[in-house]
Every structure is written in C-alpha cells, then in structure tokens.
C-alpha cells in the first residue's frame, strides 16, 4: 500500500522553542490531516489541507500542502508543556477513496 | 455530545478465545473504519465500512472480522486472537465516503492477548 514517510520520529525541545515536522509520499495525495495524539487518548484532528499550496493556521500550528501534492509540513511556534504528544500526518488520494495513509508519527516532548 | 464510543478500553485475554470490540458513533456517519497502532508503525487501517452492510479489508485484515448492520455500530471481532495481535485498536468514523471528509476516532481500546 501506499506509504507516508513522517519525520522526525522524535523530538525534544525547550518550552517557547518552535518545532516542525514533515510528512513525504512518493504517491500524490488529495487531502492532508494533521492529528496529536495525546497519551492514552484517541488522535484528534488539528488542521485539514484540501488544495495544494494551502496554507492554514489553528492558533500557533501551521501547516502547509505541499506544491507537488507529495509532502507537507507541520509547524508549532512557541511551544508550550501541553504540546507533548505524538502528532501524525495522514493523507487520502484518489486512488484509496475514504481511506487514511498514516505516518508513523512524531513524538514531542517539551521540557519547562 | 458528538464521539465515537469504544468498549472496552482495556482486555486482556488468552490465545484462541473470540472476543469483540465495540463502536458505536452518533454523527450519522456513513464511513466507519478500525486501525490499529504500534510502535514505530503509525495507524494501520484493517477493515473500513461505507455504509451498512459494505465493508471492506483495509491493509492488515488478517485474523479480523467486522460488521455492519446498523450504521452507528461497527464491532470488530477476534475469531480466535493470537499474540501478535496484542495491540491498541482504534475506530474512527466520517461523515461520507463520497467526498473525503476528516475522520473523528474513539478513545482506544489496548488489547493484550497473552
């Protein structure tokens, strides 16, 4: 099946400190999500990308679909202790319908 | 309240023994799908429905069964589980399998099958 390439697997920053994280497939994508998942919780979505070159903002998370159709990227500025999780990237094309590709995740923890 | 319900949260079973894994979601979706997560491994989806009584595998449907017969519910079932499928379960639901739409997911069900 199609596969998503997400990195880095992991991540240790600072409070305040900015973070990304990007996704790359070698198929072309329709749609790109962006979920945290929080320990113990089901993924929850944080920003949905529906066209290529979007660029759409929640709060201090950023993301953008890439040119190509091919990648995208997740920013967080200013982070905060609450940030920690595992963020995932998930892409949907043409030819797998409804269904979700995910990437193997990127777990964040941020140090006060 | 808008959710997707899982139940249990948490079984620990033996080899062999079928069990079953509930979800119920309240949106009126259509599309409803199970994934399971492992370290390193991301979300991998094992059996998606469009609709009620059109299912489908997804890319790890060995060793599973699903169905549905309702729309709100989508019970995924362990024949006879094996170690291997030790694991965290997901259901997620969407809105349509028409057009794409974002999916909502449950809160998890962690599976031990010693």
């Known amino acids: 099946g199609q596969q998503l390439n997400q990195s880095p697997q992991s991540m240790f920053i600072q409070e305040g400190e900015d973070v990304s994280m990007n996704c790359t497939s070698s198929?072309?994508?329709?749609?790109w999500l962006w979920y945290k998942q929080d320990p113990g919780e089901g993924p929850v979505l944080l920003i949905a990308?529906?066209?290529?070159?979007e660029l759409t903002s929640n709060g201090r998370l950023t993301a953008q679909f890439g040119i190509t159709r091919k990648d995208s990227f997740l920013n967080i500025s200013a982070s905060i202790p609450s940030d920690v999780g595992i963020y995932f990237c998930?892409?949907?094309?043409?030819?797998?319908?409804?269904?979700?590709?995910f990437g193997e995740g990127t777990q964040l923890t941020v140090n006060p | 309240e808008a959710q997707v319900t899982q139940n249990p949260r948490y079984l620990i079973t033996v080899t062999g023994k079928k069990l079953t894994v509930t979800c119920s979601q309240n949106?009126?979706?259509?599309?409803m799908s199970w994934y399971r997560q492992d370290p390193g491994l991301g979300l991998r989806q094992i059996y998606y429905?469009?609709?009620?009584?059109?299912?489908d595998k997804g890319d790890v449907p060995e060793g599973y069964k699903v169905s549905r017969k309702e729309k709100r519910n989508f019970p995924l079932i362990l024949e006879s589980p094996s170690p291997n499928q030790t694991s965290l379960y997901f259901c997620?639901?969407?809105?349509?399998?028409?057009?794409?739409?974002?999916?909502?997911f449950g809160q998890g069900t962690r599976l031990t099958v010693v």
């Open positions: 990308l529906y066209k290529a070159g």
């Open positions: 429905s469009m609709n009620v009584e059109v299912t």
């Open positions: 949106m009126n979706h259509e599309y």
């Open positions: 198929s072309i994508f329709n749609t």
């Open positions: 997620a639901s969407s809105l349509t399998g028409g057009g794409f739409t974002e999916a909502f």
């Open positions: 998930a892409g949907q094309s043409d030819t797998s319908g409804s269904r979700l590709t």
